[in-house]
């Protein structure tokens, strides 16, 4: 009995020691979902020429519903998911105030940098076909301290664990005006003066007749 007593007591002092170390359940927290909409366009419906490089090139109108208690700012990513080299970003924005309405040809909170390397909004510039533009927008718990510099992915980053509400809205647009729609998506990356001029003449002289035919259209 006096062996079976020191290990009996070893046994339960190794069985306290496997539970304090099993790790506590994490609590997951629920994204609840927004209601993103726009007095301008439907969902899945087309985005007016206004605001696409094809007209005045202004963020559209849009209103949100269901932000939750104990939101502190809004994200805002605007994103053509059809883009032959992935994702292309037109907007992004953080720090908004909770509101629930986006004004039109607004700056509703820092912008960050897009992938046409400009810190603004970009409008719908499908070179073809009919393109889906995401408006997702996030209700964060938190501000982000992130400069103008920022990019999409490093929005991302800073709002992971803050999400407390997504939505979104998509619209579509389609290939514009041929000729005109090269030189303004050119004139959007900054291609400017005597360097835009010798570009276009160059990538213009190397495009087929019959192509060159159709784009003057």
């Not at 206004?50 to 202004?58: L, P």
């Not at 949100?64 to 992935?86: K, N």
């Not at 076909?129 to 982000?144: C, E, Q, S």
């Not at 998509?170 to 514009?176: D, F, T």
């Amino acid at each position: 009995m006096r062996r079976v007593a020191p290990l009996l007591v070893l046994l339960l002092i190794a069985g306290c020691l496997e539970q304090a170390e099993e790790p506590s359940p994490i609590e997951e927290v629920e994204i609840r979902e927004l209601t993103v909409k726009s007095p301008v366009f439907e969902h899945n419906g087309d985005i007016p020429s206004k605001y696409t490089c094809q007209g005045e090139d202004v963020n559209p109108p849009l209103e949100i519903a269901g932000i939750p208690e104990g939101t502190v700012s809004l994200v805002l990513l605007v994103e053509d998911v059809e883009a032959s080299m992935g994702i292309f970003v037109h907007w992004v924005v953080w720090n908004i105030d909770p509101v629930n309405r986006i004004g039109e040809n607004s700056i509703p909170g820092i912008e960050g940098t897009n992938d046409f390397k400009k810190h603004s909004y970009g409008g719908p510039c499908p070179p073809s076909g009919t393109h889906r533009y995401f408006f997702t927008v996030y209700a964060l718990d938190t501000i982000l301290g992130l400069d103008s510099h920022a990019t999409k992915q490093d929005v991302e980053r800073a709002m992971e664990g803050h999400i407390l509400a997504q939505g979104e809205l998509i619209g579509l647009c389609s290939k514009g005006g041929g000729k005109s729609h090269i030189l303004q998506t050119l004139s959007r990356l900054q291609l400017t003066g005597s360097f835009f001029n010798l570009f276009h003449q160059i990538l213009w002289s190397l495009l087929p007749l019959t192509l060159r035919t159709n784009l003057s259209c």
